[in-house]
T-cell receptor, first 113, second 116 residues
């Protein structure tokens, strides 16, 4: 089956620190990979995605590269801000866009001034 | 254009009661999905509608959960009777019919259900 494993949280960083949230996956087939973010009091938002190996997804200073050889999709940001405090979910979807999304457990990030 | 909306945003009920959650997808989206996140764990798929038909309901936990999408527009998810372990956040998502790898599912804000 399909599964996503991401690092346990919570993660607490000081403002301007470097962020890495690890994510690895197993999938039957060739997945598309996603990072979703949930800010406090809000719904899930797509942060970035990559649909094939070696693609790099990027948005709002966040980046993640689709590594097929290591089945990973780690999220990185060079300098976090307080406004980045949220829960981050790594996810995958196999085959067509109508298929269900498989999520990881989520990693809560808290950025302190 | 309005996004996916869900109602209510919060619901607190007692064990044994019935609760109905509603989801309004983005207009024109034939695909509608329900997911839930229980106890801070991963977000899990419940079911998928294509228009009014259930395409995949493999994630529905048991027969206390009933989902409907009459007319292929909004959807309801009823829990009857509710149990303590049903507490969590229920998300709805919708997507159009393009089916390509770049097709995106748009998520609603979720309904937080607390069963006491």
């Amino acid at each position: 089956g399909n599964s996503v494993t991401q690092m346990e949280g919570p993660v607490t960083l000081s403002e301007e620190a470097f962020l890495t949230i690890n994510c690895t996956y197993t999938a039957t087939g060739y997945p598309s990979l996603f990072w979703y973010v949930q800010y406090p009091g809000e719904g899930l938002q797509l942060l970035l995605k990559a649909t094939k190996a070696d693609d790099k997804g990027s948005n709002k200073g966040f980046e993640a590269t689709y590594r097929k050889e290591t089945t990973s999709f780690h999220l990185e940001k060079g300098s976090v801000q307080v406004s980045d405090s949220a829960v981050y979910f790594c996810a995958l979807r196999v085959a067509g866009g109508y298929q269900k999304v498989t999520f990881g457990t989520g990693t809560k990030l808290q950025v302190i001034p | 254009e309005a996004g996916v909306t869900q109602f209510p945003s919060h619901s607190v009920i007692e064990k044994g009661q019935t609760v109905t959650l509603r989801c309004d997808p983005i207009s024109g989206h034939d695909n509608l999905y329900w997911y839930r996140r229980v106890m801070g764990k991963e977000i899990k798929f419940l079911l998928h509608f294509v228009k009014e038909s259930k395409q995949d309901e493999s994630g529905m936990p048991n027969n206390r959960f009933l989902a409907e999408r009459t007319g292929g527009t909004y959807s309801t998810l009823k829990v009857q009777p509710a149990e303590l372990e049903d507490s969590g956040v229920y998300f709805c998502a919708s997507s159009d019919t393009s089916g390509g790898r770049n097709n995106e599912q748009f998520f609603g804000p979720g309904t937080r259900l607390t069963v006491l």
